[in-house]
């Protein structure tokens, strides 16, 4: 499936329509360039689920914790160089807790993604629009 975010006025309507899609699923790997918009897309999709908390970015956390309706993990996986560090991290746990997981830079991770994780592949077109190729592992 593909959807188009045309601009950041947008990005809120395709993140509750991406929600409604999926309604069961709880693990998002989001793939894209760096300042594609995967940070942002998160954001959105955290604000549909009713997260009131200030969100950054995780990269030097590499997982923040935030707690509304539901609980989500957003995980950037950016900076590990091999599976073992996200054993190390814990990340098994993340992924079998049943919370929303919305997992930046998922590569690395691929082969413990479980086989319901909706993958969003985050491409920028040349006038500043995303298309985003949205599937069901």
Known sequence: MKLT?????????TAKQILALFPDVRIFALQGDMGAGKTTLIKALCKEIGVADAMSSPTYAIVNHYQGKNT??????????????AFSIGIEEYLNSGNYCFIEWPEIIEPLLPKSTVTIKILVNNDDSRELAIEKI
Do not use: G, P
């Open 5 to 13: 975010i045309t601009n950041i006025s947008t990005i809120n309507a």
């Open 72 to 85: 989500v993990y957003h995980i950037d996986l950016y900076r590990l160089k091999d599976i073992k560090e």
